[in-house]
């Protein structure tokens, strides 16, 4: 033997041993990318070596941290098949979820959560683990078993941070629901027991705004107060000012409003509430039969501050006023006034947008298009170089030169691609082909545009389209397909409430009412607050309940829909429905 192996028995365990500890103090030292390769390894050579469950733990701990997600959900998930009784279980599965949670499969992250809870209830993960599982449901909509799990978390460590944040969360789950006074009875709550939370001013503007909803103007009030009193610090203060103002407005005490918008633009004048309160004004003047003074306080304001910020502010919005009053003459003089009194503003881009827009309404296109050209020329960087450039398309469209409509649609995707506009500049270029009867191109366009903006408000209408038209031709499967991407959706909550009707009315079409059902129910838990979307489902609830020959359920659901909406056609069709239903009995 060599002197080396005498010395040194078992070498190859105590090479790999190093080799082991070296990948795990690189992850830790957040060298990911050099651990990986060295774990690997590893494994690779011991694979029955009983630290291979350790070292998979780290690999995957690397690809995490080295935000490679799937590399990482593969890793932990055969660590847990492969060795269910590591020591290392319970962090697996925080990891595991965690990772499908960042790569928002909340409905994965959600089940392995609760996996994660329901074998370790003392988890030290449980506090994270319960609120991060009630996130998941919130994105998802779920928002009943959000507030279900936002209570636990909340009750589970209420002192930490956490636990704080899902009592607050409890309540926006609450709020989404459409359970108004229960949500407000939980906000209160939360303002009692964590008075100084960062979270409380907040809680406090949310039930002025529920009172707000509901048209309960001088609750409303009366919370705004309190929060302009108990919080002065706060961020919320001028937003409640501004609500106290509409709140005034809304109920037609337009002297108070008209006060309380000016006291905004007194003490907060160069917020962005300032401008909007000074509109406020002139609509409260409007209101009032005095729009030769609702223009007189501005010019007051502009000239009493002529270099404050709010100046030009004011000036511009003088001049979105005289457009959304309809004095379009006055809106193209007050533009070239405006011009002359700030010269150097980067704001005329946005003053020379409005002076183009009230050419349309004066019906002189040759002037628009002239106007619209010139700030793309002037200023291409401005964000109202595409916005002309759209107002340019939609005339254009409307005036029925399509060639050169459609030409400026597919400019403003190819010169302004992550603009905001780009989406609905694609999903107007589909109309056009629609108009003219070529279904087949507006469909091409339509999977175009939901296929390049996917998180646009104009993706879900192009899959709407979509759905809709393999909807009138009995094309069901293609159909629900668009449906169900439209329930995914984030951007338009009430076409994915109509988006879920529809698939449940897609399966009663083909007799499936199990499965129908089965779709309304999602609709009651997660689009409560779409009222008729939320009836519709109920009444197709019923419809499906009675083809099922239960009766006495259907009936359930239709006195569910007459104590919600009594005196309308969704209450009155149930009462014909429930009176059926009795005379058969």
Not at 116 to 127: A, N, R
Not at 129 to 157: E, H, I, M, P, W
Not at 243 to 266: C, F, H, P, T, W
Not at 334 to 354: V, Y
């Amino acid at each position: 033997l060599k002197s080396s192996e005498i010395f040194m028995p078992n070498k190859e365990w105590y090479l790999a041993e190093a080799r082991l500890k070296q990948g795990i103090a690189l992850v830790k030292s957040y060298n990911n990318m050099e651990a990986i390769p060295i774990l690997s390894e590893f494994i690779a050579e011991n694979s029955k070596d009983p630290r291979v469950d350790e070292a998979l733990f780290w690999q995957g701990e690397a690809y995490y941290r080295a935000n490679m997600l799937q590399n990482a959900i593969e890793i932990y998930n055969k660590l847990l098949n492969m060795f269910p009784q590591s020591k290392r279980h319970e962090e697996t599965l925080y990891s595991l979820g965690w990772s499908h949670f960042r790569l928002k499969d909340f409905e994965k992250s959600s089940a392995i959560f609760d996996k994660l809870i329901k074998e370790y209830p003392k988890s030290v993960y449980g506090i994270e683990v319960l609120t991060r599982q009630a996130d998941g449901y919130y994105y998802l909509k779920r928002f009943s078993n959000a507030a279900d799990a936002y209570r636990k978390a909340a009750r589970f460590a209420p002192n930490t941070p956490e636990g704080q944040y899902s009592a607050y969360q409890l309540c926006h789950a609450l709020y989404r629901l459409g359970s108004y006074e229960q949500a407000i009875e939980e906000l209160m709550s939360f303002v009692r027991n964590y008075s100084q939370s960062s979270y409380s001013p907040y809680a406090i503007y949310l039930i002025g705004w529920i009172r707000f909803q509901q048209r309960k103007y001088d609750e409303a009030i009366e919370n705004f107060n309190f929060l302009i009193q108990a919080y002065p610090k706060s961020e919320l203060v001028v937003r409640a000012y501004y609500s106290i103002a509409d709140a005034l407005y809304n109920k037609g005490d337009y002297r108070k409003a008209i006060d309380a918008y000016q006291n905004i633009v007194e003490m907060f004048p160069s917020s962005p509430f300032a401008p909007e309160a000074m509109k406020g004004v002139h609509f409260c003047y409007l209101a009032l039969g005095e729009k030769d003074k609702a223009m007189e306080i501005i010019e007051n304001l502009i000239n009493t501050y002529p270099s404050s910020p709010i100046a030009e502010d004011l000036a511009l919005k003088k001049i979105e006023l005289f457009y959304s009053g309809r004095s379009y003459n006055d809106a193209v003089q007050e533009n070239e006034r405006f011009i002359k009194q700030f010269p150097k503003s980067d704001k005329i881009p946005q003053a020379m947008f409005w002076k183009g827009k009230s050419y349309i309404k004066l019906a002189e296109p040759d002037k628009a298009e002239a106007t619209f050209k010139e700030i793309r020329a002037k200023y291409p960087d401005s964000d109202y170089a595409p916005l002309s450039m759209l107002e340019n398309a939609l005339m254009q469209k409307d005036l029925g030169n399509i060639e050169k409509s459609d030409s400026l649609f597919l400019s403003i995707e190819k010169y302004y691609p992550e603009h905001q506009i780009a989406p609905q500049a694609s999903f107007e270029r589909a109309l056009i082909p629609l108009g003219l009867g070529d279904t087949s191109k507006a469909l091409s366009i339509f999977r175009y545009t939901a296929r390049t903006y996917p998180q646009s408000e104009y993706a879900d209408q192009s899959n709407y389209r979509l759905a809709m038209h393999y909807r009138a031709r009995s094309q069901y499967d293609s159909s629900m397909v668009y449906f169900e991407k439209l329930v995914r959706s984030n951007e338009s909550p009430f076409i994915a409430a109509e988006a879920q009707y529809r698939i449940g009315e897609l399966w009663m079409r083909q007799d499936s009412c199990t499965k129908a059902i089965s779709v309304f129910k999602l609709l009651k838990e997660r689009f409560l607050g779409y009222e008729d979307w939320y009836s519709l489902s109920l009444l197709s609830m019923g419809e499906c309940l009675e083809k099922q020959e239960n009766p006495a359920a259907a009936m359930e659901i239709y006195r569910e829909i007459i104590a919600l909406r009594p005196d309308d056609d969704f209450g009155i069709t149930a009462s014909r429905r429930l009176k059926h239903l009795e005379r058969k009995r």
